[in-house]
């Protein structure tokens, strides 16, 4: 569903990706793990278009994008990453919910305003999407009056009510207070088990071992290394992996 | 509370002022091409005059500052009744009326405008209606001066762009003080600041006459015409004035308005024959004696003017602004390079200087505005680079993954700027916002430059006309006050209530 071919992208100056090449199939998900700065946030922000890259390609859906290296993309290129973005939904780590809209304005703002969806039936989904992560009550609350947790949910509710194909999440656990982390993750392990295809970078290894189809290991820009979590978190084949995972399973 | 709601509303009130400001540009006059048909359809002469330290010419009834007395007033009366229509005052500076003649702001201009050789250049003028003089006058202890020719060296005052400044400027020698109002003069000599005042004899006569610490100094000098500009191709226009004035004379009736303003004397003879009755003379003396209530209706009428100037010009400034932020933020070149030399030249230039421009610079180029237009596009484009200041901060202060979050769900960039990120740099500017609004009422007094009598320029003509510069003070500084007040407790409100919530 997701391929990349040949990534080179330049972020401040320094050559970042030095062509990266990755398949995604339907209903997969890949884990991405690595130490912070080693490019697995760039690179989910490379397939849905908020990141431009310099070389390579990236398929989406069918829907190519090419090396976008403009400073201003033309028309074609920016169709094109909006249609990937439609099938596309992305949770950030910062939530990101719009503060001056509710729970509800949040999640119903862009089925109206992008797909001109009907506006009761839209806030009869979004009902039942709150009432899937538990906080249906909160539904006329706005972001500032919810705990962390909660904003993220709803962040993921707002990125299910488009109905896309697959999910990128990035970090979504990593500003949150530690007793919060669960509801999060179990909202997208239900995810996982409906077969979203679904792309999570993350530090919560715990987690990567448990839904992971596939788990892919980042470092300064490079894959050193992809396999079934099994066998990257018992056996790494490369000393780097090894290095990183003593380092992170220590804590 | 429904907070994409005030938006809407905001939004539509925006553009419903937006329109408005639009239509004023429309229905701004154009220039008939006969001026004397004109007159005669629209039943109004529209006289060209300053009322503000007019006396004893033009000036404000003390007993009912809303009506203009002066003996120019009962001549232009005079002159209308024999057209058979109404006069109507064009108020516009006194040194401006033959430019603001010659644009068209009005049909004629009469306001003891002296016949010289360059202004006959400009514009046609009727027969003289009254022959003047020139009038020293001094401190009543002054002992050297005792004509125009103790001068030398002297500090001496008069009227911008008169017969009187030329003949002090001729003489070599003399400190000439130039001031652009007649009462000045006077009160810069009563108090030591000048030696001495050359001035028209009927001003001489009115302010410094009755001033018990001033005196005339010598008999008085020069001699020349008043005469009623008007415009070249107006040829029937004058013909007809001229026969006017011609047959005020014949009767009687112009020399009984000279003295009823105490301004008859000998050289009158040369202009007149028969003469006429006396009365309904006001004296500086009863003007600086009327109640102070008798000046509400007036001050009120300016108060209500500098609202309306105010809220339309703050209505461009706000949209206007909105435009310029989108161009430079989200436009590209060459629209953000022009946005941000639009910025920086409105922000780096004086409001002033932006003014006299618009009103007095543009006509020179064929572009004629009404004062009225003027002075709104004067103050909202001066604002409006405020304004785009503001947004571009609140913009700017929204956090960059807002537009990443609209962007990833599929929204244009138009959708999220229009969608997310406005609504939030709203909020952010809005106090901002309400505290340039503050800054714009006051600022709306400069429009008082390009003929518009608002607050400002009601008390100035008021003041003039009275002397009572100190309690009108007052009274307007207090009226501006009433006004700008509630405006600064809602800023303060708003900025509360943006602090309370976090973003």
């Not at chain 2, 009322?51 to 004893?56: I, K, S, T, V």
């Not at chain 2, 410094?208 to 018990?212: G, I, L, S, V, Y």
């Given at each position: 569903m997701i391929t990349v071919r040949g990534l080179h992208k330049y972020y401040e100056g320094h050559h970042l990706f030095k062509g990266i090449d990755l398949d995604i199939k339907k209903g997969e998900v890949v884990v991405f793990i690595g130490?912070?700065?080693?490019?697995k946030s760039t690179f989910l922000r490379c397939i849905n278009g908020l990141e431009y890259f310099q070389q390579g390609e990236i398929v989406v859906n069918g829907i190519e994008l090419h090396?976008?290296?403009?400073l201003r993309p033309d028309r074609k290129d920016l169709e094109n990453i909006r249609k990937v973005r439609l099938k596309v939904g992305m949770v950030f780590q910062q939530f990101?919910?719009?503060?001056?809209?509710?729970v509800l304005e949040n999640i119903i703002e862009a089925p109206l305003?992008?797909?001109?969806?009907?506006r009761t039936v839209t806030i009869e989904q979004a009902r039942s999407l709150l009432r899937r992560i538990n906080i249906?009550?909160?539904?006329?609350?706005?972001?500032?009056?919810?705990s962390g947790g909660e904003q993220q949910r709803v962040a993921i509710a707002r990125a299910l009510a488009m109905k896309p194909e697959a999910m990128l999440f990035d970090?979504?656990?990593?500003?949150?207070?530690p007793e919060m982390v669960g509801e999060v993750l179990s909202v997208i392990k239900d995810l996982v088990n409906e077969g979203m295809t679904t792309l999570i970078a993350t530090h919560e290894m715990g987690f990567a071992r448990e839904v992971a189809d596939r788990v892919v290991v980042f470092d300064s820009g490079d894959i050193i290394e992809t396999g079934p979590p099994g066998e990257i978190f018992t056996?790494?084949?490369?000393e780097r992996t090894r290095v990183f995972l003593s380092r992170v399973l220590k804590r | 509370m429904n907070k994409s709601g005030w938006m809407k509303n905001f939004l539509r009130v925006l553009s419903l002022c937006i329109g408005l400001s639009a239509l004023l540009f429309w229905v701004a006059p154009s220039r008939p091409a006969n001026t004397l048909e004109k007159i005669q359809k629209s039943g109004y002469l529209l006289w060209g005059s300053d009322?503000?330290?007019?006396?004893?010419y033009i000036f404000p009834d003390?007993?009912?500052?809303?009506k203009l007395i002066g003996f120019e007033v009962d001549l232009a009366d005079e002159i209308a009744r024999e057209l058979g229509v109404r006069p109507k005052q064009a108020q516009n500076a006194w040194d401006s009326l033959v430019p603001a003649l010659m644009r068209g702001d009005s049909d004629i201009a009469m306001n003891g405008i002296e016949i010289t050789p360059q202004r006959q250049k400009e514009v046609l003028f009727s027969e003289p209606y009254y022959i003047y003089t020139e009038q020293l006058v001094v401190r009543?202890?002054?002992?050297?001066?005792?004509?125009?020719?103790?001068?030398?060296g002297k500090k001496v005052g008069t009227l911008s762009g008169t017969v009187a400044q030329d003949i002090l400027m001729n003489m070599g020698g003399v400190d000439v003080k130039i001031y652009a109002g007649q009462v000045e003069p006077y009160e810069d000599l009563a108090i030591g600041r000048l030696d001495a005042v050359l001035l028209d004899l009927p001003i001489a006569a009115y302010y410094?006459?009755?001033?018990?610490k001033l005196k005339y100094a010598g008999p008085p000098v020069g001699e020349g015409f008043y005469g009623i500009a008007i415009r070249k191709g107006d040829e029937d226009l004058k013909k007809r004035i001229d026969e006017i004035l011609d047959k005020l004379m014949r009767t009687g009736r112009l020399k009984a308005i000279y003295e009823k303003w105490d301004?008859?004397?000998?050289?009158q003879e040369k202009l007149f024959l028969k003469a006429g009755g006396t009365e309904g003379y006001v004296s500086l003396e009863e003007s600086k004696k009327a109640?102070?209530?008798?000046?509400f209706p007036t001050l009120l009428k300016g108060a209500g003017i500098t609202i309306f100037i105010s809220f339309v010009s703050m209505a461009l400034a706000v949209s206007l602004g909105l435009v310029l932020t989108l161009m430079r933020l989200y436009g590209g070149q060459p629209l953000s390079g022009i946005a941000t030399g639009y910025i920086e030249i409105y922000r780096g230039t004086p409001l002033l200087i932006q003014l006299y421009i618009l009103y007095y610079g543009l006509p020179n180029i064929g572009i004629s505005m009404n004062p009225l237009t003027a002075a709104f596009l004067g103050l909202g484009m001066n604002y409006a680079a405020y304004e785009a200041e503001l947004y571009r901060a609140g913009i700017s202060a929204v956090p960059k993954g807002q537009m990443e979050a609209a962007l990833s769900l599929g929204m244009t960039r138009g959708t999220a700027v229009k969608r997310v990120i406005l609504p939030q740099a709203f909020r952010i500017a809005l106090p901002g916002v309400t505290n340039d609004f503050i800054a714009l009422f006051k600022d709306?007094?400069?429009?008082?430059?390009?003929?518009m009598v608002e607050l400002t320029k009601t008390y100035s003509i008021l003041a003039a006309s009275t002397l009572r510069f100190f309690e009108l003070g007052l009274i307007v500084a207090l009226l501006y006050f009433a006004m700008s007040y509630p405006l600064s407790l809602l800023a303060r409100r708003l900025e509360d209530r943006l602090k309370r919530s976090k973003r």
């Open positions: 130490p912070s700065g080693s490019g090396s976008i290296n403009r990101n919910l719009f503060p001056h809209m509710t305003q992008v797909l001109g969806a009907d249906e009550r909160k539904a006329e609350s706005y972001p500032e009056e919810l970090e979504p656990t990593s500003s949150l207070d056996h790494p084949k490369t | 009322a503000e330290g007019g006396a004893p003390p007993k009912d500052p809303s009543k202890d002054e002992e050297a001066i005792q004509g125009v020719d103790d001068l030398k410094a006459k009755p001033n018990p301004l008859w004397n000998e050289q109640p102070v209530y008798t000046f709306s007094s400069l429009v008082s430059v390009i003929a």
